[in-house]
């Protein structure tokens, strides 16, 4: 159950080095700036707070419930940590939750992490702060406001968040635009609705056992204006570009195969076999039956020195 | 219930066990690198690639079937990449219709397709090899000598420290839903009504013990808080002095790393 690959966790080999580095960087800009406004708000609180926070939102993923068909809804919680902590700390807490998840649960890939953390931590965060905090200030404090703008904040913050995770792929050229799109989409679309179940069911629990947690207007939180743009930014230009991308499949598929002729106008600096020395195929063929036999003998070699280290272990004991 | 079971780490003796974390951190991030930089195509790197990560996982006793049937449950993002095996245009190979659309198989697509499943397996095992032979506590070092910001690195440490107490809250408050839910048969007078409330009910009391499990971990962060401070904690997170890398395991570490940029080297100008 813990280890249910969820499918907006992209895995190592599905985007690009380009885009994966590209991504990288992005996040760890915004991590930076994230970790040094935490620290602003919070102080010398945060390690704790932010530390059992994640704790709890990756154990909260366990919490399911069946939707139907042996499928089932559960939390990604970037929307609940939003709502509870305000945009920065979540953007920390979710940073942890998805970069644990990487390293030690294989959820999503190492090289793609950057990626993944962007997707979850990033666009997460920032839609779901833009959404309830406008939808909040729409609803004058009402308390069902509350609840409608925590499931469109966890709707929203789904459904973009796989929108960029398919744009990324697109670009990647793993999968096209015009598929990917639509596919992740649809299938986030209805994830979605279950991360907005849940999170309206905790926002009701803590509106009835601890109000101040969730009652005040998040207003409250400081430098919420620059995640709010950032927030709508985003969603606008996703929820713009990805139809746009899939309609034109044409314009990602370019940049993508740019990026492949990038990648193959380096080979004639150093062709070092020309193919007029050995034909193409056959040189394949060989190098690969080469290669074959190469491995199979580290393999061996590996396999004789245990058994044989064993061995002698067990005699010497 | 005990949830240790959660912990990829499996306490074994074993040369790739006793490797220095952050050597072996530093080469798995460097094998997936590799991997990523690969060209398209260049099957026999990947052989010896693998070779590599069978190896790995040999040496450390985990077993390849161990380690075979975790990467199995990466498996299913590869269906994002199938529409390459139909879109890449080639020599076809195989056409049938689907629907309204006629779909056609090419080899070149098909090559494509093996060659990001390919990458994706082989990224997927090193990475469990890392977690199943290293302590998070070795793999927190690690990022430190990454030079991940300290700050970064205690919230993970915490994380992982409250993280199997709360996993704990959570199966009991599991436990508690299925004790108080039973587990109804389907009524024979209408056997397409199921048992349980609709889904948004049911939506409605996960989520209920979602806002119970933050409850209990924002009380118990600010009572670990004062008994932080109350030993002492100043704002200031502090680590003991790292050890330098012994000697053996840096010779490891370069002759990893020389190893992959031979194969890397290989990679591109052959098939490039």
Known sequence: MFLRPAPMHIPDGFLSTLVSIIFWVVSIMGLAYALRRTGQDLGERQVPLMGVLAAAIFAGQMLNFSVTGGTSGHLLGAALAT?????????????????????????????????????MAIIGVAVSYFVYASLRRLTRGASWGLFASGFAAAWASIFIASLAAALQLALSGTSPANLAVPAMGGIHALIGIGEGLITVGALAFLFATRRELVGAAPAAAKGGRGVWALGLGIALLLSVLSPLASANPDGLEWVAEQQGFLEAARAPLFNLIPDYVLPGISNEALATILAGILGTLIVFGVVVAVAYFRRSGKAAA | MHVHFLDPYRPLTSPVHALDGRVKFILAVAFILTVSLTPFGAWPVYLLLWSIVLSAEILSGLGVGY??????????????????????????WLEFPLGPWQLTLTLDGLLRFANVAVKSWLSVQAAIVLASSTEFRDLLLAMRAVRIPRLLVAMFGLMWRYLFVLVGEALRLMRARSARSGIAQRPAAAPRRRPGGSVAWRGKVAGGMAGNLFLRAVDRSDRIYVAMLSRGYDGEVRSFATQPVPPGARVTLWIGLALLGLLWLGGTLVWG
């Open chain 2, 67 to 92: 380690v075979l049937r975790r990467a199995a449950l990466a498996l299913p993002f590869v269906l994002a990449a199938i529409p390459l095996a139909f879109t890449t245009p080639g020599t076809p």
């Open chain 1, 83 to 119: 709502i509870l902590v305000g945009p920065w700390p979540a953007v920390v807490v979710m940073t942890t939750v998805v970069s644990v998840q990487a390293l030690v649960f294989q959820d999503g890939g190492l090289l793609a992490l950057g990626a993944n953390l962007f997707n």
